[in-house]
């Protein structure tokens, strides 16, 4: 081996799958083509040609790369990907030099690993399918029909540590004092304290309910309190109110293309199982008493490929 490698049965199982086929078809080493257009070949292991390709799909499979994320041949991480699949690529052919798949409990084994490849294809071709920019555009506009928009709001605050000092905070102010200033001399926030009292912008739905309830109406520039909270008397200032925009399309497009894809997919799997035999040969596990049940409408859990489809897809879908 050229370097620590970590195989996982899975990875050689797919290796003995595709050895076995092309030993198979026995193909001719000059006839082989690029898989892909403009791949570049990047070692030959006994006449096998291996595709930057595969060793882009090896460091997707095993999450040493995003799906968009570029993989550059003189990288040392590309190298140590391409010494780990020349290291599969040995280990099978030996597998099939020696005739182990010929094992009963390989063949099981083997026939496993390729459903494994054929469910992770058939999810790429369900995404596919499912995402595309009519279907975002779709499903975008009736997310903004059905949303309900929230408030954005900016606050400064004084924090005292008695209702006697608050009052007396709240005097200076009507007295003509900056609000900064109070809250930089008397607020024991230390969080706010030296910057104005400055809560920065959030939003009026993510506001504590006691602060909200008290800025509840009030116009930018109103002082209001002070008022008790969790933090002690608090006076606040409206910097400023208005409502929050809606997101963007790029900005909402990883939700969307989720939603697309794990519902087609589950749509699939659920129509795919009511149209096979299934039985289930075991009895049903025994409930203990007062343990929660699963509602009938849980969601169902989308196959293993789904997720790295669903990546792909949002590097691949642009408005």
Avoid at 74 to 91: G, N
Avoid at 101 to 117: G, H, T, Y
Avoid at 130 to 159: C, G, M, W
């Amino acid at each position: 081996m050229t370097r620590n490698t970590s195989l996982t049965w899975r990875k050689l199982a797919l290796a003995l799958v595709a050895a076995s086929a092309l030993a198979a078809c026995n193909p001719a080493p000059s006839a082989q083509h690029p898989p892909e257009p403009g791949d570049t070949a990047v070692a030959r292991v006994s006449g096998q040609v291996v595709w930057a390709s595969d060793v882009k799909r090896e460091a997707l499979a095993e999450g040493l790369v995003g799906p968009g994320d570029p993989l550059d041949v003189s990288s040392d991480l590309f190298r140590q990907v391409l010494d780990e699949v020349i290291d599969t690529k040995v280990l099978a052919a030996e597998a099939l030099a020696r005739h182990l798949d010929r094992d009963p409990v390989a063949q099981r084994r083997l026939a496993s690993a390729r459903e494994r490849a054929l469910e992770d294809i058939m999810v790429d071709s369900v995404v596919g399918q499912a995402v595309n920019q009519k279907a975002e555009n779709a499903l975008y506009q009736d997310f903004l029909k059905h949303r309900t928009p929230s408030e954005t709001i900016h606050l400064r605050q004084i924090v005292l540590g008695n209702e006697a000092d608050a009052d007396a905070a709240r005097k200076a102010l009507a007295g003509g004092a900056a609000f900064e200033a109070v809250a930089m001399q008397s607020s024991i926030d230390a969080a706010t304290r030296f910057k104005g009292g400055d809560l920065g912008q959030t939003t009026t739905d993510s506001l504590p309910q006691d602060i909200a309830a008290a800025v509840a109406g009030a116009k930018a520039g109103q002082v209001v309190g002070p008022v008790r909270t969790a933090s002690g008397w608090t006076i606040l200032r409206v910097e400023e109110r208005g409502p929050e925009p809606a997101p963007t399309l790029d900005e909402v497009r990883p939700q969307l293309i989720r939603f697309l894809a794990y519902d087609k997919i589950k749509d699939l799997v659920l129509t795919l199982r009511s149209k096979s035999k299934i039985e289930t040969l075991i009895p049903p596990p025994h409930s203990a008493p007062g343990a929660p049940t699963e509602p009938a409408s849980a969601p169902l859990v989308p196959p293993p490929g789904a997720n790295a489809a669903v990546n792909a897809a949002s590097n691949t879908v642009t408005e």
